[in-house]
């Protein structure tokens, strides 16, 4: 097993490339199971959990070829031969869950094994079960797997979630897309993936209204006519990616420019505004966003898109140490997602967690210490603290890392941060 070395206190400058989106890359390439046929994709971003879908297609019996140097994968998805998303996939990646409605489109019949908890929460799937019940499939529950049908095609329907989730509404648009009709989805999630998702659905035939809005149609069309000839899609600049590394070059007295539309972060470029952060819109996409001599602390709270993020809570927690003054950070999207404030603490963070809210008192001296990544974007709240830190931090288990940045370590680098990554046993 890796760690991370890190040694504080580096200003960090300059531009850095964005990769594909975790998040967007995770059901599109899962929904090319929809397609009898070729699909190719690129921008697709070099992480574990691109790797373990990648497994995954290939389980269910499709052809996969994944270019690292080129950032392309082809997926021919014209034999399956599988109905069966095994438990060992499933406990490493949730997403996998992504996988019922094609394999109910393409076989109709799907076994999934039910992901459990993780890190941040229980996180249930039973919205993806009631999107898929409306559209006409049944379930059973068997040895800790579920097991779908459906006689014929997807039919037509109406549902309203009971909260926009992001996965349970991709699920409804990619069984939606092969349904006889057209369905309507109310409170659905309104994140910019699920915009890249409707947008490859669309590119294969189906007509789909309101993306972005909290009310989606969707008009699918016959498995027989979806796709008919090969399809290719390129990965959408990965948002959570680019609010991590402006945090971690603010928090380090810095300036950093990444290349992403300002609507998909707008919460976190208004957060950082608030913050005393310079946002500048340079041209060409590109927004830098500096230090200025201060770092204000600001409140905030996790919301659904185009709120702000849970995926960045973690990190902006990290900065907030590093703000003149107090600050809380509300969590209302998963029940656990504080694993990081122990770490953080180790730091010499001030932290306070009082139910779903962490009061942040700055500014704090942060020290360099030994600490344990828990989580994805827990391990990236300590990276960015370490790089604030007097001294070195070893940040421990960085495999969570490997699930959502693309080499981390080579883009901090190359902003002049001073960090290496090295076998655990090492000196
Ligand atoms: N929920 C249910 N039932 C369901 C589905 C969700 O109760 O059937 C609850 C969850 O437990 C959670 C809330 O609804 O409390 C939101 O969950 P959502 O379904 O929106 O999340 P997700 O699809 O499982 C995706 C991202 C997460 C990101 C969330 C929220 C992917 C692969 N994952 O998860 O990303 O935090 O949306 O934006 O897209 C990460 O990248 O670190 C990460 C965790």
């Known amino acids: 097993m890796d760690r991370l070395r890190i040694e504080g206190q580096h200003i960090l ?17 899962i929904s090319a199971l929809l397609c009898k046929g ?35 994968c082809h997926v021919d998805a014209t034999h399956l031969n599988s109905i069966e998303a095994p438990y060992d996939l499933v406990r490493t990646m949730r997403a996998s869950i ?15 094994s039910l ?33 779908g049908k459906i006689k014929g095609a997807f039919r037509p329907a109406e549902y309203t979630f009971p909260f926009p989730s992001v996965g349970a509404t991709e699920t409804a648009l990619m069984a939606a897309a092969t349904a006889n009709g057209k369905s309507l989805f109310k409170n659905v999630a309104r994140e910019p993936e699920i915009r890249a ?27 027989a006519n979806l796709n008919t000839k090969p399809a290719a899609h390129t990965i959408i600049p990965d948002r959570i990616e680019a609010a991590t590394y402006w945090l971690a070059g603010l928090i380090t007295k810095g300036s950093v420019t990444t290349e992403i539309a300002a609507e998909d972060v707008q919460s976190v470029l208004d957060a950082l505004h608030l913050a005393g952060a310079k946002i500048s819109h340079l041209g060409n996409g590109k927004i830098e966003v500096s230090y200025t001599g201060k770092i ?40 656990n997602r504080f694993m990081h404030v122990p770490e953080l603490q180790r730091l010499g963070a001030h932290l306070k967690i009082r139910g779903n809210r962490v009061d942040v008192s700055g500014v704090t001296p942060l020290q360099g210490a030994t600490v344990m990544a828990t989580d994805l974007r827990a391990s990236a709240s300590l990276v960015i603290a370490a790089l604030a830190a007097k001294g070195e931090t070893n940040i421990r288990r960085i495999y969570h890392l490997d699930r959502g940045y693309e080499d981390l370590c080579g883009k901090l680098r190359l902003l002049g941060a001073h960090i290496i990554r090295e076998p655990e046993s090492s000196q």
């Open 98 to 112: 992504l996988v019922l409605a094609p394999l109910l489109a393409r076989h109709g019949e799907a076994k999934v």
């Open 296 to 335: 204000n602390p600001v409140s905030v709270r996790t919301e659904p898109f185009p709120g702000f993020p849970t995926d960045v809570q973690a990190q902006w927690m990290a900065l907030m140490t590093q703000a003149n003054g107090a600050a809380t950070i509300a969590e209302t999207i998963f029940e």
């Open 38 to 72: 070729k699909t190719v994709f690129h921008r697709v971003p070099n992480l574990s959990d691109i790797e373990t879908t990648c497994q995954l297609l290939k389980i269910l019996g499709c052809h996969v070829e994944w270019a690292h140097s080129t950032q392309t």
């Open 115 to 147: 992901p459990g908890g993780c890190a941040i929460g229980t996180r249930p799937v039973d919205y993806h079960i009631q999107v898929l019940e409306a559209l006409g499939a049944t379930f059973d529950l068997e040895g800790g797997y579920v097991h």
């Open 197 to 223: 998702l409707g947008n490859f659905l669309i590119s294969l035939g189906a007509k789909i209204k309101g993306l972005g809005s909290p009310e989606i149609q969707v008009q699918g069309i016959p498995m």
């Open 13 to 29: 400058r300059g531009e850095v490339p964005l990769s594909g989106s975790k998040n967007a890359a995770l059901p599109i390439l």
